[in-house]
């Protein structure tokens, strides 16, 4: 597949050219490679499911793609430009946002306020200016408030809004942190274990919010998924890592039949 080439999902949608490129990428930490010359592209508007075992280095790709890790060989491309290593403002004003593996949310804060901590990145007006309530900053203030406002309704939360997020129960909790990333409008939505620990119904639920905000808002998603039901079910292509190594790459169907992906997951000892 070459970058201006789109593609059609079995369900209708049209996916366009490549948002991200990651290329050779590999990244250590001292001795341990976490991630070795692997290479694997997103597009517009699809949704990526990144696989594999434990201790795979899923979670560090993230890292990886959203610029927090800067990787000692290979290269980002984002939006058709190669990037450098970043300060953490120019991380967090590139247009993506991601939710952790561990929930990570203020547990004494309520769900609107951890909402809206999700905005952050849009707030233009210093705090002088704010305290002082000047045009410019009651202006931004609205347009935060719709902007969350409209998150609640979407993720259907309007009745925990005023709990203290550290009561709520753990499935309630994720839908909170996709919330929260869902404030900042991202283009690109890294997603690293949102349904880990959850019930089925639960599972359902947040699956369908992800269908919904790809859908509704157009938002390109790249997950990391242990649940291959829900990996087959809401992916369009799937990456597989297996120790640091990309062993798999292609639709759902491609990457359930392969034998290296079905190897690993099997536990088969490699050589
Ligand atoms: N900050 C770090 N410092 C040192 N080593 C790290 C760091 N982060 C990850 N690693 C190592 O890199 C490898 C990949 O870890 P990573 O968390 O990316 O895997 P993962 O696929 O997300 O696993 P899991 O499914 O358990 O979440 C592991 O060997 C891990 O111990
Ligand atoms: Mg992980």
Do not use: C
Request: a negative charge; zero cysteines.
């Amino acid at each position: 597949m070459t970058m201006a080439e789109t593609y059609q999902t079995p369900d209708g949608r049209t996916i366009g050219g490549q948002v991200m490129e990651m290329k050779n990428i590999t990244l250590r930490f001292g001795g341990v490679k976490a991630i070795t010359d692997i290479s694997f592209d997103i597009r517009e508007g699809e949704i990526r499911a990144i696989i594999g075992p434990n201790g795979a280095g899923k979670s560090s790709m993230l890292n990886v793609m959203n610029g927090f890790y800067h990787p000692q060989e290979g290269e980002v491309w984002f939006h058709g430009k190669k990037r450098g290593p970043m300060k953490p403002h120019q991380i967090a004003k590139q247009g993506i946002a991601r939710t952790f593996q561990n929930i990570a949310l203020f547990s004494g804060m309520s769900t609107l306020d951890n909402i809206m901590t999700g905005r952050l990145t849009h707030m233009n007006t210093g705090i002088l200016k704010q305290a002082m309530w000047w045009g410019p900053a009651e202006k931004e203030e609205t347009e935060n408030r719709e902007v969350v406002e409209k998150v609640i309704d979407f993720l259907e939360i309007q009745t925990i809004r005023k709990t203290p997020v550290g009561r709520l129960p753990y499935g309630l909790q994720k839908r909170v942190e996709l919330g929260r990333a869902l404030a900042a409008e991202p283009k690109l939505l890294l997603l690293d274990e949102p349904m880990a620990g959850m019930n089925v119904e639960e599972k359902e639920d947040m699956s369908r919010f992800i269908l919904d905000v790809n859908d509704e808002f157009g938002t390109t998603i790249a997950l990391i998924e242990h649940d291959m039901g829900v990996v087959m079910d809401i992916a369009d292509r799937v990456v597989v890592m297996d120790y640091g190594k990309k062993i798999g790459d292609g639709s759902p169907d491609e990457v359930r039949n392969n034998q290296d992906v079905i190897d690993a997951y099997l536990g088969v000892a490699h050589d």
